[in-house]
């Protein structure tokens, strides 16, 4: 189903973090895609519904939430259409990528500081203290 011309993987270009994001938000693009197939929708939704599942699906073999949270989709992308799968991956790589917010500085100077008195206030209808 793969076409050999298109990588399976997108190249990585921002750290393990950001590549999570972009596959996060592709496959939230193509659950609401028309395009996809319904019951290939199921797939990304069993795999979050496996979490809440409080046994493992297969006791014998042990199998982390991890993997089958990864397997299942990347098999949901895998199988869409390749053409909807490229489209929504060059819509997401036209984006621009979210860069820090860079460190500002404020002088004395820009600091409105506002200088004040107080005075403690008894209370008239509190009972006098001992």
């Known amino acids: 189903m793969s076409n050999s011309s298109v990588p399976a993987l997108p190249p990585a270009s921002g750290g393990l973090f950001l590549d999570l994001a972009r596959q996060a938000k592709l496959i939230f693009r193509l659950m609401s895609d028309r395009r996809v197939n319904f019951f290939l929708k199921l797939l990304p939704v069993a795999s979050v519904a496996y979490l809440f599942i409080p046994t493992d699906v297969l006791p014998i073999i042990p199998i982390d939430d991890a993997v089958v949270l990864w397997l299942v989709n990347y098999l949901f992308v895998e199988l869409c259409p390749n053409d909807v799968v490229t489209e929504h991956r060059a819509k997401l790589q036209a984006l621009p990528a979210p860069t820090p917010a860079a460190p500002t500085t404020v002088t004395h100077e820009e ?16 009972p006098p203290t001992a």
């Open 111 to 126: 600091l409105e500081i506002i200088d004040g008195e107080y005075r403690e206030v008894e209370d008239r209808d509190a």
